[in-house]
């Protein structure tokens, strides 16, 4: 079955770069996604990479994606505070979205 | 552009009680729509899925049924709702084939007391 991890809680300060990471089962995915949650909210896409792309940048954002290793992660570059929020990684499977538990971005001024 | 809407946006109701949660979409037409719950602290899980009107597939059994009455109107709804119906009930669109990006609306928050 499918199954998306990622590590639940991350702390970084205002500048610095914050890297999240999520693994996932699939070997057949052929998109990825970041969503970000803000508190209350619903999910804002960031963005996404298909699975014959290696890394995709745009803008603070970078996603690197090692299919050997099936791990993902999103880097934001100068980390603000309008950044803290929940980050999901998701997988396409089939029909649906499986999604990760979400990793909770705190940044610290 | 599109937009997606969802009321209410909280919603508190007792055990037992039915529940009608709402979700449109605007700016386009044939979407595939989705329900989705997050429980505290967890992911997302799929809970139901539309590509037209009348068409809904579920993806666990559960507590809850869909309807779609109408193109880009997508409807949750429970005849007893259950302690662990508890959570945020997210709606979500996409356009041409299920495997493009889905967009998500704001949510409704349900408490079950």
């Known amino acids: 079955g499918e199954d998306v991890e990622q590590s639940l809680f991350l702390s970084v300060r205002e500048g610095d770069s914050s890297v999240i990471n999520c693994t996932y089962t699939?070997?057949?995915?052929?998109?990825l996604y970041w969503y970000k949650q803000e508190p209350g909210a619903g999910l804002q896409l960031l963005t996404y990479i298909f699975s014959n792309m290696d890394m995709k940048q745009d803008q603070r954002l970078t996603v690197l994606l090692n299919k050997k290793d099936k791990h993902l992660s999103l880097r934001i570059a100068d980390t603000q505070t309008g950044d803290s929020a929940i980050y999901f990684c998701?997988?396409?499977?089939?029909?649906?979205?499986?999604f990760g538990a979400g990793t909770i971005l705190r940044v610290k001024s | 552009s599109q937009t997606i809407h969802q009321w209410p946006a909280t919603l508190v109701q007792p055990v037992g009680s039915p529940l009608s949660l709402e979700c449109t979409v605007e700016?386009?037409?044939?979407?595939?729509l989705y329900w989705y719950r997050q429980a505290a602290g967890r992911g997302l899980q799929l809970l139901f899925y539309s590509v037209g009107i009348g068409q809904i597939s579920s993806e666990v059994p559960q507590n809850l049924s869909a309807s779609r009455p109408q193109d880009r109107q997508f409807i949750l709804s429970s005849k007893k709702l259950l302690l662990s119906d508890s959570g945020f009930y997210l709606c979500a669109w996409s356009i041409g084939t299920l495997q493009e990006t889905q967009y998500f609306g704001p949510g409704t928050r349900l408490l079950v007391l």
């Open positions: 699939d070997s057949s995915s052929t998109y």
């Open positions: 700016g386009t037409s044939n979407p595939n």
């Open positions: 998701a997988e396409r499977y089939g029909n649906k979205l499986v």
